[in-house]
């Protein structure tokens, strides 16, 4: 089993940053494939950013590419996302998911294990 919790949500105007983190616990190894993913009201959940527990095979959906910054820290168990140059397309609840397996990285249902989701708004 692996356990996350997501914080760091709030409200931002456009351009603002956010970092959002994601604490993990439980079985915790070098392939554990850990991703962001988000989803607005009345939306489909979609994927942001996804980081191996290694550090390795980062990938980042292209509407934040360039923007969203996807990293971990071993020693505090954490996985960050760096938001920067917020949009108002950015609102959007944000759930942190792991998988333990070899993943089809981008799509939702591949995932094991999945956070409450932190809450982000980009608006003036």
């Known amino acids: 089993q692996v356990h996350l919790m997501e914080s760091g949500g709030g409200s931002v105007q456009p351009g603002g940053s956010l970092t959002l983190s994601c604490a993990v616990s439980g079985n915790i190894f070098r392939g554990l494939r850990v991703t962001w993913f988000r989803q607005a009201p009345g939306k489909d959940r979609e994927f942001s950013a996804t980081?191996?527990?290694?550090?390795?095979?980062?990938y980042y959906a292209d509407s934040v590419d360039g923007r969203f910054t996807i990293s971990r820290d071993t020693a505090k168990n954490t996985v960050y996302l760096k938001m920067n140059g917020l949009k108002p397309e950015d609102t959007a609840t944000y759930y942190c998911a792991a998988v333990r397996s070899v993943p089809v990285v981008r799509v939702a249902q591949e995932y094991e294990f999945w956070g409450q989701g932190t809450q982000v708004a980009v608006s003036s």
């Open positions: 980081i191996t527990w290694s550090g390795g095979y980062v």
